[in-house]
Structure formats: C-alpha cells, structure tokens
C-alpha cells in the first residue's frame, strides 16, 4: 500500500498532539503507597486487624510500611503481637521501615543510633523512617552521618526522611536520603502546593506525600493526580484527622482504604 509522505507527517503531528494533550494520570506510572502504620497488630482480632487490609492490598499496588512500636524501637526486641504482624507482612513482601525520630536535627545523633541500632538487631527491617526531620541544608551532615550509619547495617537499604515540606537539594545531592517527605498537611495546602524546581531532576521516587483530613473518596483520587503531577513517587491520603478525639491521624486506615488501593491499580493499569 502506498502511503504518502504528506499523510505519514499529518499522521506523525496528529500523534505529538494527543500525547502533549494527555494527562500526566494517564501517561505515568502511579504513585506507591507509603504507609504509616501506627496501628497496633491486634492478630487475636481477625475482624479489627487492619495489617491484614494492609497485606491484601499489596496483592493490588506497591506499599511500604513504617512501624512504630512507641515512639521507636520501644528500647528493645518486639514483643508477640509485633513479631506476628511483622511475619505477616514479610510474607507479603511488603518493605518495613522502622519509626525513628530526630527532633529536626537536635536529637543527639548517638540516641538516633540506639534505635536504629535496636530496630537491625531485633527486627528484620527494610529500613528506617526518620521523622521531625530537619528541611535546610545546614543539617544536611547530620543526616547523612545517619544515612551512612543505617547502610552499613544488613538488610537496612532504604532510608526516607520526614521534613513534611520543602527540602533543600543538598539531601539528594549527600545523598542524606533515598526519598523525602516534602508534604506532609491538611489538604487545602496541598492544591496551592508546589514542588520545588529541582525535584524534575530526580527520579519520582526519591519525593512522597502524606496528606491526612481528605474526608471524601474524589478528594482523594483528586490528590493523587496531583501527586502524579508534580512527580511525587510516594503518597498516602487518609481520612483521618490530628483533629480527632486522639489527635493522631496515622493510627488508623481511611474509611477509603479499598477505593484508594483500587484507584491507585486502575492507574497502573492504563
């Protein structure tokens, strides 16, 4: 069949123009969930055991876990319930990262070490999850000492750190992290949000969000797209509230969950 040259550039053009028009939700891979999971692994209670919503979700999408036993390692090896849940989800090949705090930085760094130490002596981790993380590039040799420190450890290869806003280059040049958390908020900050330039350098995964207070299921998935906008590799949105009764918004699944996990594939799968 002959085809002219004429029609093969139209056609050519035609093509450019569909893709310069189509979404970055339908051509990008989704963000992974990273999940706090500050819920206690209550096993015993097969009806109330959120870890197992957890382990059937990663049937669906790509999630990493943080645990926190109390506020850290909780000075030793995990006691029966954590031992039983931590076996769940390492059956599920679900990466865990271990909960530890840094004060932004002013945390004495041999106390960062304790726990770090704790959490690779005592719990198979993936990982570490450094929270109150400092943002600017003046405490940027604290943590890549740290960083350093937890990948000499076996089995210890991811690290994320927590500013919960914008964070200077210089944590990805160290490199003082794998990913940060650039976000974390309510949600009406997150539709004035905007990365800071330097991020669409970087892979996507190297940048996650944690948006907490979204009370509906389009909200939601609203949020994600954005997410997927702005080149975030990570995200977590839930309907739970520091505004709730216990003012902790990550000690429970959203009413969500499942729409979420399901949106969340539905992405992947265009």
Known sequence: MFISLGKLFIS??????????????TTRNPPKILLPLYIYPNWYEPENYS?????????????????????GPDGGSPNDDYQKGLEDLKQADIPILGYVYTK??????????QDIDLYATYYDLDG?????????????????????????????????????????????????????????NYPQPWLEYR???????????????????VADVATMKKYIDLAM????????????????????PWN???SYWQEEVDYLQSLSEK
């Open 252 to 254: 429970s699944l959203p």
């Open 128 to 184: 570490i999850f450094l929270d109150e993380s400092a943002s600017s590039a003046k405490q940027v040799d604290y943590y890549r000492d740290i960083y350093q420190y937890i990948k000499q450890k076996a089995g210890l290869d991811r690290v994320v750190i927590n500013p919960g806003t914008h964070t200077d280059e210089q944590y990805s040049i160290a490199p003082a992290t794998d990913t940060a958390v650039i976000f974390e």
């Open 12 to 25: 050519a053009i035609v093509v450019s123009i569909i893709s310069a028009c189509q979404s970055p939700a």
């Open 195 to 213: 990365p800071q330039d330097y991020t669409t350098k970087y892979d996507r995964d190297r940048f996650a969000s944690l948006i907490h207070s």
């Open 229 to 248: 906008e702005r080149n975030i590799g990570y995200i977590y949105i839930t309907d739970d509230s520091p505004n709730n009764s216990d003012g902790d």
């Open 51 to 71: 870890w197992s919503k957890v382990i059937s979700a990663a049937n669906q999408v790509p999630i990493i876990a943080i645990i926190n036993p109390n506020n």
């Open 104 to 113: 932004y930085g002013d945390r004495p760094i041999i106390e960062v070490k």
